[in-house]
């Protein structure tokens, strides 16, 4: 498998939101407006991408020497909530009035379970390290990509009349979930 097709199918066919359904809670839980999404994004995509880097290097040359694998699932959470901290101390110096946006969602990016998703499946792949940053990146820039599409639409619905009463907020967020993800099904086949 080329990285490019490995890049484009976790972006795309295997995307992490849409396709895998990883990762939801801070899918519709910060998908209400654009800038607080993007934001979110943003900072999956470094703690995705650092994750990777961390678990497999961990998984490979600490777990497996070592002969403890059973591990990973403990390690990985462990190594995932400390860039989860370090990312939360470096937004709330950097851009205060995001890190007080994204609110909880923040710290939820350690219990996101599409960074530990991708950990997993980069494990179970037996991903190289350039393949597992490949597929982290892909995978990021398709949350990133599924939730900034999601806060533009949940902003158009938001400001739609014609919306019934009773599906107003997360029930129309989950049937607009659901179309996306039929959506993005068109993509399947075009890389394997």
């Known amino acids: 498998m080329s990285l490019l ?5 976790a972006i795309f ?11 939801c809670c801070p899918f519709l839980g910060v998908s209400t407006k654009s800038e ?8 999956v995509i470094f703690v995705l991408v650092m994750a990777a880097i961390m678990t497999h290097l961990a998984y490979r040359y600490v777990l497996v020497p070592l002969r403890i694998e059973y591990l990973y699932t403990l390690s990985f959470i462990l ?13 709330k110096k950097i851009n205060p009035v995001l890190y007080k946006s ?3 969602f923040l710290p939820l990016i350690t219990t996101n379970c599409a960074v530990l998703g991708v950990a997993v499946i980069n494990m179970n792949e037996n991903y190289t390290l350039i393949e597992s940053i490949v597929n982290a990146l892909g995978s990021s820039i398709g949350f990133l990509l599924a939730i900034v599409l999601m806060a533009g639409i949940r902003e ?3 400001d ?3 919306v ?5 907020g997360l029930p129309i967020a989950l049937v607009t979930a659901g179309l996306m993800s039929i959506a993005f099904m068109g993509f399947t086949g075009i890389i394997k």
């Open 160 to 162: 739609n009349e014609d």
């Open 5 to 9: 097709s490995l890049f484009l199918g």
């Open 102 to 104: 994204l609110g909880i």
């Open 156 to 158: 158009r619905i938001n």
């Open 79 to 91: 190594i995932i909530a400390a860039l989860v901290q370090f990312v939360e101390l470096a937004l």
């Open 36 to 43: 607080t999404a993007k934001g979110m994004g943003v900072a």
């Open 13 to 23: 066919v295997n995307n992490i939101l849409l396709s895998r359904f990883l990762g």
């Open 164 to 168: 019934p009463k009773c599906l107003r």
